[in-house]
């Protein structure tokens, strides 16, 4: 089953990219501010044109510094940025940002507050001839729908009409790539939904290729046709998003980007015995060794029975699921999802069946195993 | 929030803070009144003879000091916030040191540098040959240049702050945009300054056009020292209050500018997750030219003078000179100030308490009314406090009272301005908690909230403190008979071009200043 998906996931990227140049390149990337603590170290990465790829982690674990590498903003110690086949950045080398043709979303927006929206999306225009200028920033502002709001100052727009413009005034100059610095952490929760659809959509519509950083991994789902999953300034797992959700490369992965709760087993012959059942295994550890298995709680269903030893410890509503904490007899704690209208009281003994796709592995470590 | 404690309040506080303001602004209605009732004769006549040149060396003043605090201000905050330097962090605080002398102190030190056979004129000859001459200090360009080292400092700080607060994020997305260095200096950086230099600029003109000490001392024509030649000289109240009219609306002006301005830059700063541009490093060349250009200006605004001071009064005190009556000066300025300065603060209390816990309008007036001291250049406020004496109560004419009245009229706003953020920074819920458990209102401020405020009011105390001790003008005109303070002994000394006799008096407020100043600094710094 992973075989198979794993399978689609290469061919859909083969046949849709088949001998290009990549927009972007990054081969063993190094940024250290202070020698000895990188603060990215061996980062590569690739994206085609069109492709929306996501760096997703926690902050602090790099994802910015990556960004602003890209950019321009820093120096890297070792490794090669490339945009376009163009060396941009090495050790010896750094293109300055002017001369890349990036274009760029603050997580601030960082519209010029004493111009504009008219002046601030033709700020990086000013090589055109006016009437073409004047045409650009017209054909920018209605693609993101702010016709009408030319003269208006940026601290006379809602979040979500600046951030429009930040991205008008990023199009306007026909960059190569563009560069989002967490976008949406600024806006009203209630608006995130909506402007996320519109901003794929602009960014499918106009064939952008951008890189999206964000700590929010339902956005990085949303959003990404490849995702970067950072941490510690290490590249954990790069892959689509069904991919980085079900078969996470790193524990960190697995937890990171949804809930996961990790149960003990040991492998015998083609499968690991746990307290949860048996799994099947594909052969990567030896017989006997200890492993633990990565259960998500929409895996995992209840039933009640008088017989189980298992037990319901908490309810708590989700809206559109219950999620129910269990006690198993080790103590051992698991997840589960119901949905929301099977309502089990907290003190039920249940039946726990887990019906996974696809079984993750990682080896027992002492954090994972204990309850 | 308001809605509770406008309950509580007494309405004493209000009343008392209508009292305060009213005091306040009665001095400036009299000067109104005296100025409109004027007979047409003269005004024709002082528009005829005095009101052209006034304006225009006013102007002149105005624009030529603007110029040059500009060009030191900018450049030196753009120095120490952007580059890297040896010594960097104390030049940064060593900058702000010009603002200890007061004008009349830089003034007078300048008149013996530049005067003839002065040591600059010395030093000019070996270089030009023995006719040169450098130009009189009692020149435009000598007002200009004591000026312009005595206020740059305001520049400086204003632009600094605005450079550390400025997001690096528009830098950078403007690079992004492709656009270069020199075009982001011009097209980004520079108008986002702009709101903090602008504020910056009207500061100093303010300071230069109620600048009375130093345009006394080098016989420059501007209104106040026309002001107080009309009173001194002519006794002609009507026609310094005309004078005087027209200097409070051009002081309004610029007081006005620096408010809006201030505020424009808060709201330019405030937008967005702040990130600190990085600082440049400088070779070694670099580091020497950026030490050479904070010597040559600290030198000529601070260290020169002081180290003069320091030597004059060395010498003074070696001769003897200095006698009995030199403490007798220090009692009386110190007395008075600290007289002053504690009326103040009483006084300002309730004046604060009303703007920061009960919005209204007439909070807000009486707020308005109490900073209307801050339009009123010494020479000015003290002609409104004679007159305004002279009609309600006459007797006391010629007393340390009018001198007292005086000090509090006119330094109460720069005390207001720092109660005030000090109450707002006690929140109104601490006063409610006390409230609910059972606290009378004056319990309340007894036990809460003046606990709380108390070293904002200490700081506010001693800025209207160290303003008294320095306050020249008012002192000249109002004081009793024989009354001199060291402000007044050092002007009264450097007129008569006794340098040596005024070094003592001089260094010691600069001295006194220096601690209140880095306090003052301080408490909104943040290290570059």
């Given at each position: 089953m ?84 163009r ?59 702010l ?26 100059q ?30 499918r519509?106009?064939n ?18 490849r ?35 990790f ?16 799994f ?22 209840v ?9 319901i ?18 103590g ?39 309850p | 929030?308001?809605q ?30 005296l ?19 006034l ?19 900018v ?12 010594g ?29 056979g ?82 910056g ?31 001194t ?13 027209l ?13 809006w ?76 100030s ?12 309730p ?33 409104a ?11 006391w ?35 409610e ?22 070293g ?8 209207i ?19 001199d ?44």
């Open positions: 992973i075989f198979m998906e794993k399978q689609t996931h290469q061919k859909m990227r083969t046949a849709a990219h088949s001998n290009r140049q990549p927009v972007l390149e990054l081969r063993h990337v190094t940024c250290a501010y202070e020698a000895g603590r990188p603060a990215i170290s061996d980062i590569s990465l690739t994206a085609q044109e069109g492709d929306i790829v996501c760096l997703l982690g926690p902050s602090g674990c790099g994802k910015t510094t990556t960004l602003r590498a890209i950019a321009g903003f820093e120096a890297i110690t070792a490794g090669e940025v490339y945009l376009q086949g060396l941009v950045s090495s050790p010896s080398l750094s293109v300055p940002t002017e001369q890349r043709r990036i274009g760029m979303v603050f997580q601030e927006y960082a519209l010029f507050p004493h111009l504009r929206v008219v002046d601030n999306v033709a700020f990086g225009l000013r090589h055109l001839p006016a009437d073409q200028r004047a045409d650009q920033v017209n054909t920018m502002l209605a693609m993101v729908g016709t009408g709001f030319e003269r208006r100052y940026p601290h006379e727009l809602s979040g979500g009409q600046q951030q429009r413009v930040a991205l008008a005034r990023a199009l306007a026909k960059p190569v790539m563009l560069l989002l610095d967490e976008p949406f952490s600024n806006l009203d929760p209630d608006m995130t939904g909506k402007m996320r659809e519109d901003l794929l959509q602009l960014l519509h106009t952008t290729t951008a890189l999206l950083v964000t700590h929010d991994h339902d956005e990085a789902f949303a959003m990404a046709d995702i970067a999953v950072l941490n510690h300034g290490q590249l954990e797992q790069l892959d689509v998003p069904e991919a980085i959700y079900h078969t996470p490369a790193t524990p960190f992965v697995a937890d990171f980007v949804g809930q996961a709760d149960i003990p087993g040991v492998v015998e012959q083609g499968t690991v015995l746990t307290e949860l059942g048996i099947p295994h594909e052969k990567e550890y030896s017989l006997g060794a200890k492993v633990v298995v990565m259960i998500r709680p929409d895996d995992v269903h039933a009640p029975s008088d017989q189980a030893k298992a037990t410890l908490a309810r708590q509503f989700r809206g559109s699921e219950n999620l129910y904490t269990i006690a198993l007899p080790s051992r704690i698991v997840h589960s999802s119901a949905s929301s209208t099977s309502i089990h009281p907290v003190g039920t003994p249940v039946e726990l069946r887990v019906i996974a796709t696809h079984t993750v592995l990682f080896p027992q470590d002492d954090d994972l195993a204990q | 929030m308001t509770a404690i406008r309950q509580w309040l007494p309405t004493s506080v209000s009343a008392l803070g209508v009292l305060v303001a009213g005091l306040v602004v009665l001095p400036l209605l009299y000067i109104l009144t100025a409109l009732s004027a007979q047409a004769v003269v005004w024709s006549r002082l528009w005829q003879t005095r009101i052209p040149e304006l225009s060396n006013t102007a002149w003043l105005a624009i030529g000091v603007s110029v040059g605090t500009l060009l030191i201000g450049s030196l905050a753009w120095l120490i916030v952007r580059y890297d330097f040896r960097r962090r104390i030049w940064e605080w060593a900058l702000v040191l010009p603002l200890t002398m007061p004008t009349y102190v830089l003034a007078y030190i300048y008149t013996y540098l530049l005067g003839t002065g040591p600059v004129e010395q030093l000019w000859r070996l270089i030009a040959g023995p006719q040169a001459q450098v130009f009189s200090p009692q020149t435009y360009a000598g007002a200009t240049l004591v000026m312009t080292l005595d206020t740059f400092p305001f520049v400086y700080l204003l632009t600094r702050a605005a450079l550390l607060n400025l997001n690096v994020s528009f830098e950078e997305v403007g690079r992004a945009c492709g656009v270069t260095r020199l075009g982001i200096l011009w097209r980004v950086t520079l108008p986002l300054l702009r709101p903090a230099i602008v504020a600029l009207s500061l100093v003109i303010l300071y230069v056009v109620s600048d009375f000490g130093a345009v006394s001392l080098l016989r420059y024509q501007t209104f106040t020292y026309a002001v107080y030649q009309q009173l000289g002519r006794y002609d109240h009507a026609a310094a209050a005309i004078l005087s009219l200097l409070v609306v051009f002081a309004l002006i610029f007081l006005l500018a620096e408010r301005f201030r505020q424009r830059s808060r709201f330019y700063q405030t937008m967005g997750r702040y990130r600190a541009p990085a600082r440049k490093a400088c070779g070694l060349l670099g580091t020497i030219l950026i030490t050479a250009y904070c010597v040559l200006i600290l030198g000529a605004a601070f260290a020169v003078p002081a180290w003069l001071l320091l030597k004059w009064t060395a010498t003074v005190i070696s001769d003897g000179t200095i006698d009995a009556r030199f403490f007798g000066f220090m009692v009386n300025s110190t007395f008075l600290a007289l002053a300065a504690t009326i103040a603060i009483i006084l300002g209390t004046l604060a308490y009303l703007a920061t816990r009960r919005h209204s309008r007439v909070s807000v007036l009486c707020l308005q009314a109490a900073y209307a001291g801050y339009v009123l250049p010494g020479p000015v406020g003290a002609l406090i004679l007159v305004a004496f002279s009609q309600i109560a006459p007797f004419y010629g007393t340390v009272i009018v001198l007292i009245v005086a000090y509090v009229v006119h330094f109460l706003p720069a005390g207001l301005q720092t109660m005030e953020p000090a109450l707002q920074q006690v929140t109104p819920n601490l006063e908690a006390a409230r609910s458990l059972g606290s009378s209102t004056v319990q309340i401020l007894r036990t809460v909230t003046l606990p709380l405020v108390r904002g009011f200490i700081v506010a105390w001693v800025l403190f160290l303003q008294c001790m320095k306050e020249l003008p008012a002192t000249l005109l109002l004081r009793p008979v024989g009354f303070t060291l402000a007044v002994r050092v002007w009264l000394e450097a007129s008569e071009e006794y340098f040596q006799l005024a070094a003592p008096a001089a260094l010691l407020i600069v001295v006194m200043t220096v601690p209140a100043l880095l306090l003052l600094v301080a408490k909104d710094w943040r290290a570059a």
